[in-house]
């Protein structure tokens, strides 16, 4: 099931035919306010009400065309303009190849300098969004690039590949900002743990490492980037023992999923942050969204089918 | 089916009974190569030529009358004499409450601290095992006061309890030595994980803790004390990870469970101890084994069967 999706996010004929056939918007829209920045930002204003910070992100990978990345830049210096404008507790996060990182990295890299200066004018962080594995070290060392321009650049780490161990290690002198997530691609068992189980064991085994490091006077800056409510549990008793508030990391889930829990453990003193996808080219990143709960899926056949 | 096993390791009439009744020797000597020390010993002979370390344990536990714990203590100290006699790499672990821990505890405290003095003559730790929840903080503060008059001393700690994590917190200023146990009794869910991936992503998560500790120069001597091989695996790809040598920890299994793998493992160059236990109290113990692993049942039943 998982690979049938990961696959149907991959295929290039389907991404540019099933949209229209299959899906009802009204089952993409469990996951988006709306295909345009005016939605996510409303959304986001209601969420600051309720003491959730937010994070966006245009859809949108692999460009064909350089100039299509001078747009995309242009579009979210727009976001940061309007963060700023409504005062809100927003920050943006950016995938490399949406700035050209396939075709132009020194592109790339201004593009993402650029944003990353203008977030700091707000006090905000820039989040590089991670990939497919092929773009993993390229984008690790472009993050190590960019930390010594731009220090509140932020990076996402999958918790599914055995070499994060190694890179939390490389990373944490750099007092990093990192949202750790499970991992959304479909990857080989020679690089990535492959069950529920390993997988987690690495998600918590991860964040123990770099609480303790927190803990140890190394400012990291930890997000959890998971709906897995009972890892964030785990997480939360091992940032207990080591002494630490509620407060040493944050937890990034997505707009529309678990919001209810999202909601209570703002509440609860933690730390929550609603990340908001928006845009047209929303199906690879759907289809990645169903291949990761089954729960997703019945939902959306079920706003298809009735 | 664990519930079951575990309930039948603690009932007492079960325990005078059903030995004799049921359980064929054949079945028993898998997990122990006889119920006397000699037998004990002679095992761990053959296992210092493949390249195994030993750790020997008398089966019996909570006594009834103090005197008991003085004949333990003499038993152990013979022990000490053969390991040194045959300059056999072993240890031996010792429940508390077979040293009185129930009746007196100054007594007990005399008798451990005595015989790891003893130990300690020949550069051996001695191994405190832990029991069942109730014992858990007694037994700790009994660690903590007995590693400043004896800092061979050596404790176990269980990874599905979820106090643990702070509890390593607690030891690491000690220079603690841990063997780490997944857990072998029935916990509450308040206090104890319930499901293996949960207690497995906690195993892992603890010994990253200490590896981590280890690496920022703080002396811990870690045991994964498991015949998980999985996540033995996975404790190793951290090691590297941090930039440890595979002897940064060492691997303890029990006597007659994946021999096959206890050698593989010493052969790659992991350091090995193979845990003996001996003696003719192994009903509860060898009760807690098979409510461990289906495969242990399933290995008793044919042995009894047929």
Redesign the interface.
């Given at each position: 099931m998982r690979r049938l999706f990961l696959w149907m996010a991959a295929n290039a004929w389907l991404r540019t035919r099933i949209p229209k056939l299959w899906f009802s918007r009204r089952a993409v829209r469990r996951f988006m306010p709306g295909e345009d920045l005016a939605s996510a930002l409303a959304a986001g204003v209601g969420f600051q009400v309720e003491g959730l910070g937010t994070l966006y992100t245009r859809l949108g990978e692999n460009l064909t065309r350089i100039e299509e990345a001078d747009s995309v830049a242009d579009h979210y210096r727009g976001v940061l303009d309007e963060i700023r404008e409504r005062r809100l507790d927003g920050e943006i996060s950016v995938k490399l190849t949406q700035l050209g990182f396939d075709l132009d990295v020194e592109r790339t890299f201004h593009h993402a300098t650029s944003l990353a200066a203008q977030a700091a004018e707000s006090g905000k962080s820039f989040w590089i969004d991670m990939e497919g594995s092929p773009y993993t070290e390229a984008t690790i060392a472009f993050y190590e690039r960019m930390k010594s321009a731009m220090p509140n650049t932020a990076i996402c780490l999958q918790a599914y590949l055995?070499r994060t161990?190694?890179d939390?290690?490389r990373l944490i002198p750099l007092r990093p900002e990192i949202r750790l997530v499970k991992g959304a691609y479909a990857e080989s068992p020679s690089i990535a743990y492959q069950t529920?189980?390993?997988v987690?064991?690495?998600?918590?085994?991860?964040?123990?490492?770099m609480l303790?490091?927190i803990r140890?006077g190394h400012p990291v800056r930890l997000a959890l980037g998971t709906h897995d409510v009972?890892?964030i549990e785990?997480v939360a008793?091992?940032a207990?023992?080591?002494?630490l508030p509620r407060t040493a990391f944050e937890i990034q889930m997505l707009y529309g999923i678990r919001m209810d829990q999202q909601r209570r453990l703002a509440r609860e003193g933690y730390l929550v942050r609603d990340l908001i996808a928006y845009g047209e080219a929303w199906y690879p990143w759907y289809m990645r969204r169903l291949a990761e709960r089954p729960a997703n899926v019945l939902f959306a056949l079920r706003q298809i089918v009735g």
């Open positions: 055995k161990a190694a939390v290690q529920r189980h390993d987690d064991a690495n998600y918590l085994a991860l964040c123990v490492s303790q490091a140890d009972r890892l785990q008793e091992h207990a023992a080591l002494g």
